[in-house]
């Protein structure tokens, strides 16, 4: 499977980006998409997650209200809209592909498949 992150910008604060993480290869190996950020000199992070067999979406506090995560099955892409967004958003985004359960869905081991980030930055 290979995933490719799309989306980030710069933005300033209050404004919206909306992320695309599509993905390629033996799709059916993975049944959710998780998204990831890492922030300058800081441990990458859980940021969302949605799972499609089991079913579920899934938010860090820090962005539940702002953030939404969907899935567009006909072009095997998930997206991430980002509102509101805030500085303390600025990281590299990255997303995942895996067969997370529960327990794993936030955490990095819960995804095998991991695309190259892409940069957003949010001014003050």
């Known amino acids: 499977v290979q995933l490719q992150a799309s989306g980030g910008g710069l933005v300033q604060s209050g404004g919206s980006l909306r992320l695309s993480c599509a993905a390629s290869?033996?799709?059916?190996?993975?049944?959710?998409v998780g998204w990831f950020r890492q922030a300058p000199g800081k441990e990458r992070e859980f940021v969302s997650a949605?799972?499609?067999?089991?079913?579920?979406?899934y938010y860090a506090d820090s962005v539940k209200g702002r953030f939404t995560i969907s899935r567009d099955n006909a072009k095997n892409t998930v997206y991430l809209q980002m509102n509101s967004l805030k500085p303390e958003d600025t990281a590299v985004y990255y997303c995942?592909?895996?067969?997370?359960?529960?327990?794993?869905?936030?955490?990095?081991?819960?995804?095998?498949?991991w695309g190259k980030g892409t940069q957003v930055t949010v001014s003050s």
């Open positions: 290869g033996s799709i059916e190996s993975i049944n959710g």
């Open positions: 949605h799972r499609w067999r089991g079913g579920g979406t």
């Open positions: 995942a592909g895996g067969r997370p359960i529960t327990s794993t869905i936030r955490t990095e081991g819960g995804y095998g498949y």
